[in-house]
């Protein structure tokens, strides 16, 4: 009886929670019509507004993105166009979209666009992180099982465990990875760059928006980022995460 019961409100949670992404994900997908439609009409302003709130949501697609960085950039936003480009750049990998970034950074005298071999290596790690994900799941599972397997026999278990113990530990590095190479874009004009986390800290300069950097870590409301070789420190709310 109990199982039973379970069973039962396992089944509610699944179609609570799935009814309710779907009608979020129809939401939203009505709401891109409605500003690829205005987009189309040249009605940019309007449709951007739209984007915007599907973007908050992280629910976008890459012609989405495209036409986000265009109007940005025709506003003059050039780190959010930026910012655009760059999330176009990590989900297709389009040279073409690579050299626009290149192109504008150049424009506006832009730092962190040289894209070293480092670079290039992270960012294909980016794009197959997904399945990285997946295929380090399932040897963990095989794995698992093989150490059951192996213990109701009576079998050695040093081996496969320790591969065990090696792919969760791979995992674990593998989820939080993206907190040791975090990526942020300037998003507001005269964002101050500091010495120390605190507005009192010396300013080692003041940035444009546009620019890209690593970010380090954090501390409270600041970001430490990398500036010229040097530790640097700059307001969260000044950067876009990537």
């Not at 779907?22 to 500003?35: D, I």
């Amino acid at each position: 009886m109990q199982r039973r019961v379970i069973k039962i409100l396992i089944i509610l949670a699944i179609s609570f929670f799935g009814s309710d992404q779907f009608a979020s994900a129809q939401v939203l997908g009505y709401r891109l019509k409605q500003a690829d439609s205005l987009f189309q009409a040249k009605r940019y302003v309007q449709s951007l507004e739209h984007y915007e709130t599907i973007l908050e949501q992280k629910q976008y697609t890459p012609s989405m993105l495209l036409k986000m960085a265009f109007i940005h950039e025709g506003l003059g936003r050039i780190g959010p166009a930026l910012y655009c480009l760059n999330l176009y750049y990590t989900r297709t990998h389009d040279q073409a979209v690579s050299d626009k970034m290149e192109e504008l950074a150049a424009k506006f005298s832009l730092k962190g666009y040289e894209y070293s071999d480092r670079n290039k290596i992270f960012s294909l790690y980016q794009q197959y992180s997904l399945y990285i994900s997946f295929a380090l799941i399932a040897i963990a599972i095989f794995l698992m099982s093989l150490v059951l397997f192996l213990r109701r026999k009576k079998s050695h278990l040093l081996f496969p465990a320790s591969v065990l113990v090696v792919i969760l530990i791979g995992f674990m590095v593998h989820v939080n990875v993206g907190q040791f190479f975090s990526t942020g874009i300037v998003s507001s004009p005269h964002t101050y760059v500091m010495a120390g986390p605190s507005p009192g800290a010396d300013v080692i300069t003041v940035l444009e928006e546009g620019h890209r950097f690593t970010v380090l870590g954090r501390k409270d409301v600041w970001l430490k980022i990398k500036w010229n070789g040097a530790n640097a420190f700059v307001k969260e709310n000044n950067l876009l995460m990537l």
